[in-house]
């Protein structure tokens, strides 16, 4: 397995640095990959002038799978958009295609007494979130809007539309306990 290493800026690279241990041990364990690092953030636009250079996302191509520690800081914030670290996971998803976030909550009965949520609301919870991270709100292109009848927008979003196909034919992963 390729593993592309992306540590960024920040506490990325501290982060990053406390998962290859992990990596480490698992592959005295049997898994055998390989690791191969890049700029990206920050780190990315310091050496080089753009938050996610050709050469990163070329080594995120080959990879099976990617590392990707954290990015930004108000030491650049008054850069131009295009040039701020966060645009190099924005770039990095549309460039992979990596348009799903699948995220499961459940709350184990020790800890519903814990939520903020009262624990008869939150016993039992155990549902998929799905996050769509490459469409509309992310690259500020509002598209899809057909019509408004009575107020109400009738939408026609490829990027909800793939995401729903996705959910729908992944959700059966995530059984009962």
Known sequence: MKIAVLPGDGVGPEVIAEAMKVLDVLGR????????QALVGGAAYDAT?????????????????????????PRYDTLPREKRPEQAILRLRKD????????PVSVFPELADASTLKPEI????????????????????????????????????????????????????????
């Open 49 to 73: 002038g753009d938050p996610i250079p050709e050469a990163t996302l070329q080594v995120a191509r080959k990879a099976d799978a990617v590392l990707f520690g954290a990015v930004g800081g």
């Open 122 to 177: 939150v016993s039992g919870l155990d549902i998929l979130i799905l996050r769509e991270l490459t469409g509309d709100i992310y690259f500020g292109q509002p598209r899809g809007i057909r019509t408004i009848e009575n107020g109400v927008a009738k939408v026609s979003i490829p990027c909800v539309t793939r995401s729903r196909r996705f959910g729908a034919s992944h959700t059966p992963v995530f059984g009962p306990r």
């Open 96 to 103: 992979l295609d990596l348009f799903a976030n699948l995220r």
């Open 29 to 36: 364990e049997g898994l055998r990959f390989e690791a191969e």
